[in-house]
């Protein structure tokens, strides 16, 4: 379990986050919803401790982020797997070698071992015959499931995904969502995603969380979500028209 | 001044952080290895061109300048290599690589840094400054003082070849010169120098590349700041260590 209590960041004057206290439960896809801009990502990036909190603390199974020295810190990441927003596969390594890379870093596989491990990744997110091309030479949706293969490479116990479908078509974005949420039950996974696409808070969110101007607005379950009276929440889960559609069907 | 010394800080911050143990110490053997073939190996060319232009620009100008009955014909010879050793190799040859080797450290690494793969090296219990820095720096360590001494023999060859050619310093004289008074301290010097600016170089361009912030803009903004910082660094030591050892 992760939780975060009474987490507080600030750039300068600008206070994005505002006290946000969450548990993200192990098992689960734990989704993290909010507008552009809304503080999803200085929280997740406060989560693994790429942003330095300036108040409150991280705990990840009841260890503080935050008290860690930087080789405690170095363990624990090898926990955790991440999905960045853009993928941030390495440039200079063809496929095979982005996924095999964390393994070559901190295993003592021998290269065999370590191919066969990331052929069996990247066939876990249903990407063949990728293996030789470089980041360039792949499309988006591979890229994030390349990036997907990666964070899982290690065997996790974490995993957070910043905005996985962003920029993918709805197809595409459904099969990336499945594809979390069946690596989060298969290997009990605590999974943070952050999102604002709504048709992911349907299919795969078991704990939802919406975060409006740096605070932690509503919480509850993709059930609990269509039936809030929360008025803000409201304004972004039935902000388009088809959602607006879909509601007064319900 | 404040933020001269936040930068000096900041610098030495992450310096700190470069020179901590290795993850896995076999990774960074490879990755050396394929930066002294992207930093050094590459620059070869660019190296070998400028050296043989300025040893036969050097010993022409020497002859134009030394052309009187007092002074020995050999003296340019000389003169050449002395200049060469003691100053143009190392020196000019390391502002050459300031901009060829530094601007491609930081736009490399500030690349990396704005499309977040820093990050995830750092998400994944990886020193990233050790990782992306300690590489460069040792490949450079390594290789610049083989560079400049390929420039130096080039540069006497061009020298050489210059005086021949156009007739102005007749061969055997000019071989003379540049065996004459030979002092193995001035190569020494020479190599002691290019250590150091191979130092500057690296750690300046990665300190910037490391630290940008932004998209495409503040990568080009960070590859200007390496080359300009370092090229002064190397300018400033080069009086320092000069004043040090020949003094």
Redesign the interface.
Known sequence: MIEAVNVTKCFGENKVLDQISVKFETGKCNLVIGQSGSGKTVLMKCLVGLFEIDKGKVMFDEKVLSRMSFEEMKLVRQDIGMLFQGGALFDSMPVEENVMFPLSMFTDQSLSERRDRANFCLSRVNLKDANKLYPSEISGGMKKRVAIARAIAMNPRYLFCDEPNSGLDPKTANVIDNLIKEITEEYDMTTVINTHDMNSVVEIGDNVFYIHNGKLWWQGDKESILNSDNKELNEFVFATELTKKIKSAL | MKNFLIEIGRYVKLMRLVF?RP??QS?YFKQILIEIENLGLDSLGIVVLISVFMGAVLAIQMAFNLDTPLVPVYTIGYATRQSVVLEFSPTIISLILAGKVGSRISSEIG??RV???I??L??????SATYLIFPKIVACLFFNPILIMISILVANFGGWAAGSLTGMVPSAEFIYGVKAFFEGYDVFYSLVKTVVFAFLIVSISGYHGYYTKGGALEVGESSTKGVVHSSIAIIVFNLVLTNIMLS
């Open positions: 901590k993850e896995k990774i690349t990396m499309t977040e793969q990050d995830a750092e998400i994944m219990g990886i020193n």
